[in-house]
């Protein structure tokens, strides 16, 4: 069972706007910034959002991030089929002295 | 180009040994934090050790404690995994990733960019 918990399963239709959740603890998210990775089919993971809410260099200003709390969220506008991915939060847990990563949600454009 | 490519995995019994290595090109290897992160079949992430530039801070999860060993050669631009008493259960696909902002002294607020293509690890009989 992940330390981050977020809902296994999201799916929208192209255009819709898709919203994935991640919660944890005082302990990571509490006290420490999300990042979050798109994982395509077959393909290593890749950066999509850091320190919460910052995109880099590259990704589209349809995906964004926020935290409030013990919980972050990671929004998809504008939904495309080339959005069909795995999506990972993580974090730093200070209690666990390392890195915790969400479940993962798979994301299908119906 | 920013890139990471690791090797080594393969096929090796219940309480085998294997090194993996991640070899880095594209940037100053010796300024970054470096981490593994494996993927079992059908299933999420799991970070498994970090490593700071000078080797002098290391830490693992604690299913790996006392069994695999991180290290690396900032000569060879390369990042190493050994990997002793393997278990089925360590049995997944591999990933080197840099970590990127870390702090002086820690890698709190850090995040993973970029990422190797991984290596396939099955602990098998």
């Known amino acids: 069972q992940s330390v981050l918990t977020q809902p296994p399963s999201a799916s929208g239709t192209p255009g819709q706007t898709v919203t994935i959740s991640c919660s944890a603890s005082s302990s990571n998210i509490g006290s420490n910034p999300v990042n979050w990775y798109q994982q395509l089919p077959g393909t290593a993971p890749k950066l999509l959002i850091y320190?919460?809410?910052q995109r880099p260099s590259g990704v589209p200003d349809r995906f964004s991030g926020s935290k409030s709390g013990t919980s972050a969220s990671l929004a998809i506008s504008g939904l495309q089929s080339e959005d069909e991915a795995d999506y990972y939060c993580a974090a730093w847990d200070d209690s666990l002295n390392g890195w915790v990563f969400g479940g993962g949600t798979k994301l299908t454009v119906l | 180009e920013v890139q990471l490519v690791e090797s080594g995995g393969g096929l090796v019994q219940p309480g085998g040994s294997l090194r993996l290595s991640c070899a880095a090109s594209g940037f100053s290897f010796s300024s970054y934090w470096m981490n593994w992160v494996r993927q079992a079949p059908g299933k999420g992430l799991e970070w498994v050790a970090n490593?700071?530039?000078?080797?002098?801070?290391?830490y693992y999860v604690d299913s790996v404690k006392g069994r695999f060993t991180i290290s690396r050669d900032n000569a060879k631009n390369s990042l190493y995994l050994q990997m002793n008493s393997l278990r089925v259960e360590d049995t997944a696909v591999y990933y080197c990733a840099r970590a990127r902002d870390c702090s002086s002294t820690n890698c709190y607020k850090a995040w993973f960019d970029p990422w190797g293509q991984g290596t396939l690890v099955t602990v098998s009989s």
């Open positions: 320190r919460n809410n």
């Open positions: 490593i700071k530039q000078d080797e002098s801070e290391k």
